[in-house]
C-alpha cells in the first residue's frame, strides 16, 4: 500500500472498473453488482444511495474489503486489492480503512475505549495507543464516557464510539453504511455533522444511505438501482 501524501500517491483514493458480485441461490445466480465503476478522489465526501436490493450493501462489503467480486477490479491507492486472500484484505481493512455499521457493531461487554481500541489489538499496539484512542471519543464529544459499556449508552453515544473506533488506525477512507439508519432524525444529525467535520479536516468519506436528508450532507452523489450506477454527479471531473 502506498503511504499518502507522497510523491507516488495516485490520483484517486479507489477506483473500481466493471465491478460484478454473483451470489448463487439454490440453482439460480443473483446478480447484486454489474459492472459498476467509480472513482472517489482524496478529500471527497460522497453518498452512495439507491432503493433496497440496489447493490449498495454489496458494494460497500467489496470496498470494505469485507467480500471479493466475482470479476472486474478494485484499486485502492493505487494497488490491485481484488484478488486478494480473506488474511491480507483483513490486513488492509484493519490498517487503512474506517468502517461505520448501521447496528454499531459494539463489544457489549467492552468499555467505550476498549471498543475503540479493538482496530489496534490485532495489531499489538494497545497500549500506546490509549492516549490516540481517548482523543478519537474526545473528538466525537465523549471524553465522558470512556469507561461505560455499549448498554449504558444511547443509540447516538454508540455510533459516537464506532465513529471514533474508525478514527483510530488513522483510515485512508471511512466507509460509513446507513450511520443514521438506527437513530432518530435529532441524534442523526449530530452524527451527519460529525462526518462532515472530519471531511472539512480533510478525511474521505463513501456514506450508503436511502435518506436524502443524510445525502444532502456528501458532495456528490452516485445512485444505484438494479445492481448498476445510474448517476454519476460531476463525472466529467473525474476523467
Known amino acids: 500500500m502506498r503511504m499518502r501524501g507522497g510523491s507516488n500517491q495516485p490520483d484517486f483514493v479507489i477506483k473500481t472498473e466493471q465491478l460484478t458480485r454473483v451470489f448463487g441461490v439454490g440453482n439460480?445466480?443473483?446478480?447484486?453488482?454489474?459492472?459498476?465503476s467509480i472513482r472517489l478522489r482524496y478529500g471527497e465526501f460522497v453518498a452512495l444511495m439507491g432503493a433496497s436490493g440496489s447493490g449498495k450493501s454489496t458494494l460497500m462489503?467489496?470496498?470494505?474489503?469485507?467480500?471479493?467480486?466475482?470479476?472486474?477490479?478494485?484499486?485502492?491507492?493505487?494497488?490491485?486489492?481484488?484478488?486478494?486472500?480473506?488474511?491480507?484484505?483483513?490486513?488492509?481493512?484493519?490498517?487503512c480503512l474506517g468502517i461505520i455499521f448501521q447496528s454499531f457493531n459494539?463489544?457489549?461487554?467492552?468499555?467505550?475505549?476498549?471498543?475503540?481500541?479493538?482496530?489496534?489489538?490485532?495489531?499489538?499496539?494497545?497500549?500506546a495507543a490509549?492516549?490516540?484512542?481517548?482523543?478519537?471519543?474526545?473528538?466525537?464529544?465523549?471524553?465522558?464516557?470512556?469507561?461505560?459499556?455499549?448498554?449504558e449508552m444511547s443509540g447516538g453515544e454508540k455510533q459516537r464510539v464506532a465513529i471514533a473506533r474508525a478514527l483510530i488506525v488513522d483510515p485512508v477512507l471511512i466507509l460509513a453504511d446507513e450511520p443514521t439508519g438506527n437513530l432518530d432524525s435529532v441524534t442523526g444529525q449530530e452524527i451527519l455533522e460529525?462526518?462532515?467535520?472530519?471531511?472539512?479536516?480533510?478525511?474521505?468519506?463513501?456514506?450508503?444511505?436511502?435518506?436524502?436528508?443524510a445525502a444532502s450532507y456528501a458532495?456528490?452523489?452516485?445512485?444505484?438501482?438494479?445492481?448498476?450506477?445510474?448517476?454519476?454527479?460531476?463525472?466529467?471531473?473525474?476523467?
Open 194 to 213: 460529525i462526518l462532515a467535520s472530519l471531511n472539512a479536516g480533510g478525511r474521505t468519506i463513501l456514506m450508503v444511505t436511502h435518506n436524502e436528508v
Open 61 to 95: 462489503h467489496l470496498l470494505g474489503c469485507l467480500d471479493s467480486p466475482t470479476s472486474g477490479k478494485y484499486f485502492l491507492e493505487g494497488e490491485d486489492v481484488s484478488e486478494l486472500p480473506d488474511n491480507q484484505r483483513s490486513y488492509l481493512r484493519n490498517r
Open 106 to 127: 459494539l463489544l457489549p461487554r467492552l468499555t467505550a475505549l476498549e471498543n475503540v481500541l479493538l482496530p489496534l489489538m490485532y495489531q499489538g499496539q494497545v497500549d
Open 28 to 36: 439460480v445466480e443473483v446478480q447484486a453488482l454489474r459492472g459498476v
Open 219 to 239: 458532495k456528490r452523489i452516485l445512485t444505484m438501482e438494479d445492481g448498476r450506477i445510474l448517476q454519476k454527479e460531476y463525472d466529467h471531473d473525474l476523467r
Open 130 to 151: 490509549r492516549q490516540r484512542a481517548q482523543e478519537a471519543l474526545d473528538r466525537v464529544g465523549l471524553s465522558h464516557r470512556i469507561h461505560h459499556a455499549p448498554t
